[in-house]
């Protein structure tokens, strides 16, 4: 290399900056520091102060914005703190490129303090690709590729260590190189799945987090309009994929097969768009895997397509398979619509405060183009009825079942959506586990309201105790958390509500207001069935 050769950092900010990366998530440590010092003015350094908080705050930005998102942890213990929700993004097929630092090639063999062994095996297999790049120069090639890889179908988070002496060290640019990773459904397939559409007498379409993760809700919505199908929302879905008062939308199918045959029951062609075919999360009989109803998937994913219990896969991308459905399926004009499904009369308020209700209100005084950002697992059905999204962009929540990644995300999700109001509406167990992400909210003044659905403990665990005939499990209550405080300490205004003559006022203040802040409503402990369908009756 001769001496006007770029150093390994030179060159790496480089390809940061050819991907489009205006941010990087981090929370630094000392085998980062060669890579951070002297900051470039063009690149905003996000800090997060934990590194679970710095994985959820960056999948909500990539998620948010489409394009891959760039965290720089710790070393070996940083990267086990983000593991959770590392976990959570590859589950959510964000794009995402992780770094660690790793001690210097030097003292690697010595097995020193802050060293990580076999670093690149360290996340797998939770991550699409992983390198720790055998010689200095080779980094900014191999952050490259972890770009590429990371934004290819179905995409997902990648991961590259980098010792901490390797950033001064020279390197060549790599080339600049772009991939078309779109790519287009058999066309016979396609021909087959609208003559099937075609015949059906009572097609339903379940629609998944893909829709929306590839920015086609609308084309989602002109298939199934021409097609007069009805359209569930797939179980344990991500992202909202079709509009929830749309007139053909059916309800939310649950991850219970019992409960999912019975919400599907009369359809005679079914078709699941951007889903896997099914997510469950309980055991039971589901007679539609045996009663040879025709079922179709759509999906960019082979391991989702292998995996289906049944039916018939065509693999692509969803722009390019609703496009070509869209052309081959003809206006089904004497087809008889779905029924509508009927709206749920408004809570009444009482004392404690019904979380339906709570939910009710908050759906009638915010903003219509606010976005939820969702981590209240006991209060999802009261969610789901009582506070319908419009479709694109408009909710996110994790596909993993994690806790711990909603709060950190909708910070991520304000950063990419300046201009709008962000709702993070999350349970008060949920909220601990990445509290930390308030302070960055705060830091930035960013427009959050958060939303403690506080029951005074993990009612999930208390519905499945139930379910599950669980008598008595310890570890469930969660007495005595002040998030009023605990806000207040990381920056935060907060308000307690306990009176439901306060809530609107409360709400109404927190939603106008020009930076983050935090409103815990004590609710009832009431939860609703988990795994029943959100259905039309």
């Not at 939770?126 to 934004?151: C, G, H, N």
């Not at 066309?187 to 799945?193: G, I």
């Not at 359809?267 to 895997?289: K, S």
């Not at 969702?374 to 079942?401: I, K, W």
Request: aromatic share 8%.
């Amino acid at each position: 290399m001769n001496s006007k050769s770029p150093t390994v950092r030179e060159a790496t900010l480089d390809v940061l900056r050819t991907f489009g990366v205006d941010r990087v998530f981090g929370n630094p440590g000392s085998t980062e520091l060669a890579f951070l010092h002297d900051w470039p003015d063009d690149i905003d350094y996000v800090l997060g102060l934990q590194e679970a908080c710095v994985v959820g705050m960056a999948d909500g930005y990539a998620q948010a914005t489409g394009r891959p998102a760039f965290v720089n942890l710790h070393s070996a213990a940083g990267l086990g703190h983000a593991l959770g929700n590392l976990f959570t993004a590859f589950r959510n097929k964000t794009p995402l490129v992780v770094t660690a630092g790793q001690q210097a090639r030097s003292l690697l063999r010595l097995r020193p303090y802050l060293f990580a062994e076999d670093a690149e095996r360290f996340p797998k297999p939770y991550v699409k690709w992983s390198s720790e790049p055998a010689r200095a120069e080779d980094v900014p090639a191999a952050i490259a590729q972890a770009f590429l890889t990371a934004m290819q179908h179905p995409r997902g988070p990648t991961f590259v260590s980098v010792p901490s002496d390797d950033w001064a060290r020279p390197a060549a640019h790599p080339p600049v190189r772009r991939i078309a990773a779109e790519f287009a459904p058999d066309p016979s397939a396609v021909a087959r799945l609208a003559l099937a559409i075609k015949a059906a007498r009572k097609p339903a379409f379940v629609v998944g987090p893909d829709i929306d993760r590839n920015f086609c809700v609308e084309q989602m919505v002109a298939v199934a309009e021409r097609a007069r199908a009805a359209v569930w929302a797939s179980p344990m879905s991500s992202r909202c994929s079709f509009p929830e008062r749309h007139p053909q939308f059916a309800g939310f199918l649950p991850a219970a097969p019992g409960g999912l045959a019975r919400a599907l029951r009369g359809a005679d062609t079914i078709v699941v768009f951007g889903a896997p075919v099914f997510t469950f999360h309980v055991e039971g009989q589901c007679d539609l895997l045996e009663d040879g109803t025709p079922v179709w998937q759509i999906t960019d994913d082979p391991t989702e397509a292998a995996s289906a219990a049944v039916g018939e896969t065509i693999i692509a991308t969803q722009p390019k398979a609703l496009g070509a459905l869209l052309s081959a399926l003809p206006d089904i004009a004497d087809r008889e619509p779905p029924a509508v499904r009927a709206v749920p009369a408004v809570p009444a308020a009482a004392s404690p405060i019904p979380p339906a209700y709570a939910l009710s209100r908050l759906s009638a005084l915010m903003p219509p183009d606010a976005i939820v950002v969702e981590e209240a697992p006991s209060h999802r059905p009261a969610v789901q009825q009582y506070l319908p999204r419009p479709g694109a962009d408009s909710f996110y929540t994790m596909a993993s079942g994690g806790l711990g990644y909603s709060l950190p995300a909708s910070v991520g999700v304000a950063l990419a959506r300046p201009g709008r109001r962000i709702i993070c509406l999350i349970g008060d167990g949920s909220a601990m586990y990445c509290i930390q992400a308030i302070w960055t909210a705060a830091q930035r003044g960013l427009p959050i309201t958060f939303i403690v659905m506080n029951n005074s403990g993990y009612g999930a665990m208390r519905a499945f105790s139930q379910i599950m005939q669980a008598h008595r499990p310890p570890g469930i209550d969660l007495p005595g958390l002040d998030f009023v405080a605990l806000a207040k300490g990381l920056g935060c205004p907060g308000k307690r509500v306990t009176n439901v003559a306060e809530l609107d006022r409360t709400l109404g203040e927190a939603l106008a207001a020009q930076g983050p802040l935090l409103v815990d409503i004590a609710v009832g402990d009431t939860v609703g069935d988990l795994f029943a369908s959100g259905s039309r009756s």
